[in-house]
């Protein structure tokens, strides 16, 4: 099969496009068809080398953690999902990535494609709309009434988390430079802020919840922000120091997105049902995903990159 893998550590440059054997799917998986594969940031910080830490990588290696597909077969043993079911995931990050013509999945971070999205923007969803649902309702408590300060909300996950609390009948507030602020109106913000000329804390306080996906000075200047009890929930570590947040008299804390076929059901639904729109920023063919790291490295995209791979 067709796959994009890298050998070392680098620059987008040392993603080739090769032909690579086709994996077998072990006990408890499904082989996926890949159709499309959604880019995120964590892509190209594993490629760069800049999460060693975090994420193991045995060369050569298959990045990309969005995927949607159909299901070809199934490992020994699985069985949730038939031959043919149009399907998609975050699938672990410790495997071999969706950046290919197929990709083995365990059948438990499966669930089947929201019916009203197409394969490319079935592959948007995955990662980012599971990290805003997990860090608003799981690791967040949001709930109707409160106010929430979502950073880089024109982003991929920004882009979900604004709508996501906007119809759990939070306030949304949200920051962005001004060629994201009808966009994110048309999402449910109900304030934006330019971050390019406006400093955040001189407009918005005693907030509930800040969601913070941009760490450094940005979550330091939130910490004032919320109100006695609020809470900080940030998607980049290293994470805040316990005492840090207990000198503001708030919460914090950090997580790494989780798969779960449950809330991506859930999430399926919303997007059903109209609630829930995917926006893209860029579509690539999988030979492009260079370029795609590229684009997405600029950190200004709005919504999501995928690679259409059929
Ligand atoms: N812990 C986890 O499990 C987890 C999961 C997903 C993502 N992450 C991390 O979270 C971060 C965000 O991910 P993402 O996929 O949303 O990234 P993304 O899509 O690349 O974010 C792009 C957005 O960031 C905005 N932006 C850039 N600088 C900004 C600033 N100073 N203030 C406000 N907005 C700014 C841009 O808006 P403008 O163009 O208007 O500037 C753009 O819309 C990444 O670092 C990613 O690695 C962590």
């Not at 760069?48 to 995927?67: C, E, N, Q, R, T």
């Not at 199934?74 to 079911?85: C, E, L, M, T, V």
């Not at 913000?189 to 450094?216: A, K, N, P």
Request: glycine share 12%; charged share 20%; aromatic share 6%.
């Amino acid at each position: 099969m067709k796959a994009i893998r890298f050998y070392e550590y680098g620059g987008p440059e040392v993603l080739k496009y090769e032909d690579v054997p086709k994996p077998e799917p072990g006990p408890g998986d499904v082989l996926v068809r890949v159709h499309a594969a959604g880019i995120n940031p964590v892509d190209w910080k594993i490629r760069a080398g800049l999460a060693k830490g975090l994420i193991p990588v045995s060369f050569p290696a298959i990045l990309g953690w969005d995927v949607s597909g159909v299901v070809e077969v199934n490992g020994p043993g699985a069985s949730r999902f038939h031959p043919g079911d149009e399907v998609y995931s975050r699938p672990d990050l410790g495997r071999p990535g969706a950046y290919a013509e197929y990709i083995a999945v365990r059948e438990s971070e499966l669930a089947l494609k929201p019916k009203t999205l197409d394969h490319v923007h079935a592959a948007a969803v995955p990662l980012t709309a599971l990290t805003a649902w997990q860090a608003l309702f799981d690791h967040g408590g949001l709930t109707a009434g409160h106010t929430i300060l979502i950073h880089a909300a024109a982003g991929g996950v920004g882009s979900f988390a604004v709508q996501m609390a906007h119809w759990k009948g939070a306030r949304v507030v949200g920051t962005a430079s001004a060629r994201n602020h009808d966009y994110l109106k048309e999402l449910g913000c109900d304030e934006v802020i330019d971050y390019t000329t406006t400093r955040f804390e001189d407009v918005v306080h005693d907030v509930d919840m800040v969601l913070d996906t941009m760490s450094g000075e940005t979550r330091a200047r939130s910490w004032g922000e919320l109100k006695k009890g609020g809470i900080l929930v940030t998607i980049l570590g290293p994470g805040p120091a316990p005492e840090e947040a207990a000198s503001h008299g708030v919460r914090a804390t950090l997580f790494l997105v989780g798969s779960n076929p449950q809330q991506l059901a859930e999430i399926g639904g919303l997007i059903d049902a109209g609630i829930i729109k995917v926006h893209l920023d860029a579509v690539l063919p999988l030979a492009e995903a260079a370029r795609a790291h590229e684009l997405s490295a600029t950190e200004h995209a709005r919504g999501k990159i995928v690679l259409k791979v059929v």
